[in-house]
């Protein structure tokens, strides 16, 4: 892998040559498992990766590999075995609310309309919910096109719709760092590329430095700056690649020839473990 390109020709949001500053880094991380059976399982083997400010990273990798052990080692839910894992420069030791977090479920609370679970993050914190914060959980629902759904329950809304709800719910407090674990896997086909091009146009408006992790490699490079690429136990970063399509993005990046060239090279990586551009 080009060392070199990877660690300056990231963060799409800069406009300057200067690189922008390194948002999350992992440093030789290892975890470790301890099994039902008492056997341990290395889930993550000298993890080492850094991500910059603003930039958009995707994990991919088999089922198994670690993916959602990073994310979660990010958010402070769970430390790591061995190595250090900074966010800003900082170790991260317990869990940090100034990170937003899309599971690959919406998790919305079904008792509550879709503006309460959209605010709930503040309601929960502070126990209340301030001006400030209905006006943004109004603008949020304004802006993922559910301005009408405001009162229903999540029940009455399709898969697509409760994940829109989810990843407005992620972005209430306007969050830095923005981790995704297979936030579409769960839905069709269309409404995938519906969603991830309104995360697109989302990312625009507001830029953040975002991890997510999917198996689709399509998406992936659709919407990422970077992809990084995992083996499966233990999971190893086998190598990080840059995405080189011009921004914006839409559906017609997909159509470039090089796109998937680039998939295919990919693909190859992921389930025959060749070296991309070898
Ligand atoms: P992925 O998200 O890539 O599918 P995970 O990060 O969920 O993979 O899991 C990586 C490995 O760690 C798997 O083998 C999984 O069984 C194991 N693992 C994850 N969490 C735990 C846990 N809390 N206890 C025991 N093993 C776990
Ligand atoms: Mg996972």
């Known amino acids: 892998m080009n060392q070199h390109i990877a660690d300056t020709a990231v963060g799409h949001s800069a406009d300057t040559q200067a690189p922008a500053p390194v948002a999350i880094q992992l440093r030789n991380v290892s975890r470790v498992f301890e099994s039902s059976d008492r056997s341990l399982v290395t889930a993550l083997d000298d993890v080492s990766l850094k991500i910059r400010h603003r930039e958009f990273l995707s994990i991919i990798g088999p089922s198994g590999c670690g993916k959602s052990t990073i994310l979660r080692l990010l958010a402070g839910l769970l430390p790591a075995t061995t190595g250090d894992v900074e966010i800003f420069g900082l170790k991260v030791t317990e869990p940090r609310d100034d990170i937003g977090f899309v599971f690959q479920r919406p998790t919305l609370l079904p008792w ?7 605010t709930f993050p503040v309601r929960h914190t502070t126990g209340r919910v301030d001006a400030r914060t209905k006006e943004r959980g109004q603008a949020l629902l304004q802006m993922i096109g559910l301005a009408e759904f405001a009162d229903k329950r999540p029940n009455e809304l399709s898969g697509g719709m409760q994940q829109r709800v989810a990843i407005a719910r992620s972005l209430l407090q306007d969050p830095d760092i923005l981790l995704m674990d297979e ?96």
């Open 112 to 118: 509550l309309s879709i503006f309460d679970n959209i």
């Open 183 to 278: 936030p579409f896997s769960a839905l069709d086909a269309l409404t995938r590329d519906e969603l991830s091009m309104e995360l697109l146009r989302i990312l625009a408006e507001r830029p953040k430095t975002v991890v997510f992790v999917t198996h689709a490699i399509q998406e992936a490079l659709l919407l990422s700056d970077r992809i990084a690429i995992m083996s499966p136990r233990p999971g190893r970063i086998l190598d990080v690649i840059d995405v080189p399509f011009d921004r914006p993005r839409g559906l017609d990046t997909m159509l470039n020839p090089a796109f998937n060239e680039l998939a295919n090279a990919i693909r190859a990586m992921v389930f025959l473990r060749e070296k991309v551009g070898a």
